[in-house]
């Protein structure tokens, strides 16, 4: 599966961004975006069932950010609203393996095709 990131870039606290990713082929069970921020390991943000459309959110965006897809575009979305500076990362999209259960949906080693990352910024 080859994933291409878009749509970061510099935004105010309290702003909004939405992030995209086009993904090649509909394998995966579930489709997520983790982002790492600098000196910090890479984390969970929110993952998308490809069936179904159930969502997985981080406690720290839940309420703020939403992910969504789009099937028929194999397309991959992330809007970011109430943006803090503490959101500033990299931020990736990835696709998890066909077998990946609900229990494993949340773990970065259950996604094995990952994209290659867009900067967020957001100013305080």
């Known amino acids: 599966v080859q994933l291409q990131a878009s749509g970061g870039g510099l935004v105010q606290a309290g702003g909004s961004l939405g992030l995209r990713c086009a993904y090649s082929?509909?394998?995966?069970?579930?489709m997520g975006w983790f982002r790492q921020a600098p000196g910090k390991e890479r984390e969970f943000v929110a993952v998308?069932?490809?069936?179904?459309?159930?969502?997985y959110y981080a406690d720290s965006v839940k309420g703020r950010f939403t992910i969504s897809r789009d099937s028929a575009e194999n397309t991959l979305a992330l809007q970011m609203n109430s943006l803090k500076p503490e959101d500033t990362a990299v931020y990736y999209c990835?696709?998890?393996?066909?077998?990946?259960?609900?229990?494993?949906?949340?773990?970065?080693?259950?996604?094995?095709?990952w994209g290659q990352g867009t900067q967020v910024t957001v100013s305080s």
């Open positions: 082929e509909r394998t995966s069970r579930y």
């Open positions: 998308i069932k490809l069936s179904g459309g159930t969502t």
């Open positions: 990835a696709a998890s393996r066909p077998g990946t259960i609900t229990s494993q949906a949340r773990q970065m080693d259950s996604y094995p095709y």
